[in-house]
């Protein structure tokens, strides 16, 4: 078990750049999560896959986020058209069911917009 | 909607016993956590309690929970230099693929 593994894990980008941000769940988790956390915040919920289906949104996900799980493994997180208040850390968690499992946390893409 | 509220700032010396205080909204949370963060880094795990359970203990941390009030807290006994961090608590809704809700954090300071 290497835990949950993101990629990069800092990124810097001028303003209107498209991001993609990489996640490697725990091998067996067929639930993944992403969240962000700003400075001085609690992680916030972005989107939740369940195997390859994304299940939930967050209204915090705007039409610039996208979400993917292609084969129900990694999953990939682009914002296209960065806007400065889109720096923060991008979190990345994973679950086993059933569904009171506790989630383990990757180490976080930390975001910064210039 | 769910919220989650914590208390920002806790400063104790060490050898103190911290304690922690969260208090939750969402009456249909099946199970609390309690989960650990160090600058610059994710989210570790510490330790959970289901909303069946008053009390539970592993090794210098006690949570217990207040159903009631909604009310959950974590107790650090013996508190070294190397639990200085920020401690979130997280409700989980399990009718919502198992979510976590999380307050903003308590930074706790341990000082020699």
């Known amino acids: 078990d290497t835990g949950v593994s993101q990629n990069p894990r800092h990124k810097i980008t001028k303003r209107g750049q498209n991001v993609t941000f990489r996640c490697d769940p725990i091998?067996?988790?067929?639930?993944l999560y992403w969240y962000r956390q700003t400075l001085g915040q609690g992680p916030e919920f972005l989107t939740y896959?369940?195997?390859?289906?994304?299940?939930?949104k967050s209204r915090l996900l705007s039409d610039r986020f996208s979400a993917e799980r292609p084969k129900g493994s990694f999953s990939t997180l682009e914002i296209q058209r960065t806007e400065q208040g889109d720096s923060a850390m991008y979190l990345c968690?994973?679950?086993?069911?059933?569904?009171?499992?506790?989630?383990?946390f990757g180490n976080g893409t930390r975001l910064t917009v210039t | 909607g769910e919220d989650v509220e914590q208390s920002l700032f806790l400063s104790v010396r060490e050898g103190d016993s911290s304690v922690i205080n969260c208090t939750y909204t969402?009456?249909?949370?099946?199970?609390l956590y309690w989960y650990k963060q160090e600058p610059g880094a994710g989210l570790q795990l510490l330790t959970y309690?289901?909303?069946?359970?008053d009390m539970k203990q592993d090794q210098r941390l006690t949570v217990l929970l207040n159903k009631k009030d909604k009310h959950l807290s974590l107790r650090i006994a013996d508190t070294q230099t190397g639990d200085s961090a920020i401690y979130f608590c997280?409700?989980?809704?399990?009718?919502?693929?198992?979510?976590?809700?999380f307050g903003q954090g308590t930074e706790l300071s341990v000082k020699p």
């Open positions: 896959f369940q195997n390859e289906a994304q299940l939930e």
């Open positions: 997280a409700e989980g809704l399990y009718n919502q693929g198992g979510k976590l809700i």
């Open positions: 309690i289901f909303s069946n359970m």
């Open positions: 969402d009456s249909s949370s099946t199970y």
């Open positions: 968690a994973s679950g086993p069911t059933p569904n009171n499992s506790p989630l383990h």
């Open positions: 091998s067996e988790h067929n639930r």
